[in-house]
Nanobody, 121 residues
Framework: QVQLVESGGGLVQAGGSLRLSCAAS????????MRWYRQAPGKQRELVAG???????NYADSVRGRFTIPRDNTKNTVYLQMNSLKPEDTAVYYC???????????????WGRGTQVTVSS
């Protein structure tokens, strides 16, 4: 069974920084694209950033230049480094990954349970 577990959320003042982590574990053969999404109260879930297995990245316009999405393939972990945080970044942040599992042998998309980020003004 494959699991994604996020960590690193919390309360921070505007202008501050946080780093989220998402570790994949279980019967993993390989991991393709990994992404971070977020969902604010009353809003739809939106894509924040993504990174392919080869290291190509993409960012939402709202976070480009402030957030980065590094990845450590040796640890099956993706990060979200968030700088210059704004109150409008407040949301639950979810990790998403496309993973080839070995038991059973299959390709699926997995989600973490989310971690709360709150930015105070």
């Amino acid at each position: 069974q494959v699991q994604l577990v996020e960590s690193g959320g919390g309360l921070v003042q505007a202008g501050g920084s946080l780093r989220l982590s998402c570790a994949a574990s279980g019967s993993i053969f390989s991991i393709d694209t990994m992404r971070w999404y977020r969902q604010a109260p009353g809003k739809q879930r939106e894509l924040v950033a993504g990174i392919t297995s080869g290291g190509s990245t993409n960012y939402a316009d709202s976070v480009r230049g402030r957030f980065t999405i590094p990845r450590d393939n040796t640890k099956n972990t993706v990060y979200l480094q968030m700088n210059s945080l704004k109150p409008e970044d407040t949301a639950v942040y979810y990790c998403n990954a496309v993973i080839h599992s070995t038991t059973p042998w299959s390709l699926n998309t997995y989600w973490g349970r989310g971690t709360q980020v709150t930015v105070s003004s």
